[in-house]
């Protein structure tokens, strides 16, 4: 007599070996699948297999998790996505995609953003658009929104 757990070991590693490493190959091209800006918003998260009925091809649907508003996004590119996906594994494997609408958690560095100052030709002329406003608060939170699309613009 031999314990389940052997038997158990044997048929789940034979089924659930190609559904994680297909996820971790998805998840080391995460940015070229679906793009530098976007990589850093959503994330694969799982992936769902189901048998077809009468012997064909498993179906395989793929979690990524983002924001309801960044899944908007996402899900205007999802053939895009499929497609770079399917491009990996050499066929149509992953045949869906479902967005799961939660907070992503993605650790690491963020990336900082360098902090352009304004020259002091820029300085003055921001300055002079907003002299003749006579509310202070006003005027300070304009110059702080002029002075964020001067250094966006320089980027």
């Given at each position: 007599?031999?314990?389940i757990s052997e038997a158990t070991a044997r048929v789940s590693g034979q089924s659930f070996s190609r559904k994680y490493v297909s996820l971790g190959r998805i998840l080391?091209?995460?940015k070229e699948i679906v793009g530098e800006?976007?990589?850093g918003k959503a994330?694969?998260?799982k992936i769902n297999y189901r048998?077809?009925?009468k012997g064909g091809n498993p179906v395989a649907i793929l979690d990524i998790a983002a924001s309801s508003a960044d899944s908007t996004l996402l899900h205007y590119q999802k053939d895009l996505i499929l497609e770079r996906i399917n491009q990996i594994f050499g066929d149509k494997w992953v045949t869906a995609i479902r967005?799961?609408?939660t907070p992503v958690s993605i650790k690491g560095k963020t990336a900082k953003k360098s902090r352009i100052s304004l020259t002091e030709d820029e300085k003055s002329h921001?300055?002079?658009m907003l002299e003749s406003l006579a509310d202070p608060d006003l005027k300070a939170k304009l110059e702080t929104l002029g002075t964020a699309i001067i250094?966006?613009?320089k980027q």
């Open positions: 007599m031999r314990p080391s091209s995460w800006k976007l990589a994330q694969p998260v048998k077809r009925e967005f799961v609408a921001l300055s002079g250094t966006e613009q």
